[in-house]
């Protein structure tokens, strides 16, 4: 059976996250992290998608992107996966696929979800035991939002720049979103939603993209459908 197409909207941000085959490194060093940024700064140029965040682990990515329009992202998925494949392989003196599958992708509900998603991204190496805070970990967006380090990968969405008149006001802000933990059932929602390719966000944005769509966003119910018998329900 054909898998139905990614849940992709012209401007809705996508959480992607893209895993080493079985779960194994697809960076083996800093030069490789450093080659795949460059990937996906070209990629995302070429193909109309804004990169709001980003952290690079040992096996795996997590993106917080917006498309401009409808399979922007999987286009840039593939530019990247045909240039960083074919340069690491060769590099290290490896073969086969690097990537498990095809990368994992859910929508975002801007208002609601946004700053719990990039948040999520950027504490990833915290969570991992990896870094005591954000800023320790130079693989990932922070830098670009915490201090001055300004990253030329990143387009800030336009819920960040709501967070302040200035630079300084918009840093502070979020500096002290990230101070705040978050909720394990946040976590859950999140994780949930990036795994089963849904959305995540409010029951109005719910709506919003169903209507669009003109299918279901929500993660599916668990546990086997009940059998039907001469027209009841078992």
Not at 38 to 43: D, I, N
Not at 80 to 103: A, C, D, P, Q
Not at 197 to 221: H, I, N, T
Request: aromatic share 8%; charged share 25%; hydrophobic share 35%.
């Amino acid at each position: 059976m054909a898998r139905p197409p990614r849940l992709e909207l012209p401007d809705v941000p996508l959480h992607v996250v893209q895993r080493g085959n079985n779960r194994a490194a697809c960076f083996f060093n800093e030069i490789d992290r450093r080659f795949y940024l460059q990937c996906l700064a070209t990629a995302a140029l070429r193909r109309g998608c804004s990169i709001h965040a980003y952290v690079l682990m040992t096996n795996h990515v997590h993106l917080l992107v917006t498309p401009c329009e409808a399979g922007a992202v999987g286009a840039m998925m593939q530019d990247i996966g045909r240039r960083y494949v074919r340069v690491i392989n060769t590099i290290h003196k490896r073969t086969g696929s690097l990537w498990e599958g095809r990368f994992k992708a859910s929508l975002v509900d801007s208002e609601s979800y946004l700053f719990n998603c990039h948040r999520y991204i950027e504490l990833n190496p915290v969570r991992a035991g990896i870094a005591g805070h954000p800023a320790a970990y130079p693989w990932s967006s922070h830098g670009h939002y915490g201090s001055a380090r300004a990253n030329g990968l990143i387009t800030e969405h336009p819920e960040y720049q709501r967070l302040g008149r200035t630079e300084n006001e918009r840093r502070a802000s979020f500096r002290a979103l990230c101070a705040e933990p978050l909720q394990p059932h946040v976590i859950e929602r999140i994780r949930e939603a990036i795994n089963t390719d849904s959305a995540v966000g409010s029951e109005k944005f719910m709506g919003y993209a169903e209507d669009r769509l003109g299918r279901s966003v929500r993660p599916p119910k668990r546990g086997r459908p009940p059998k039907v018998v001469t027209g009841k329900l078992l």
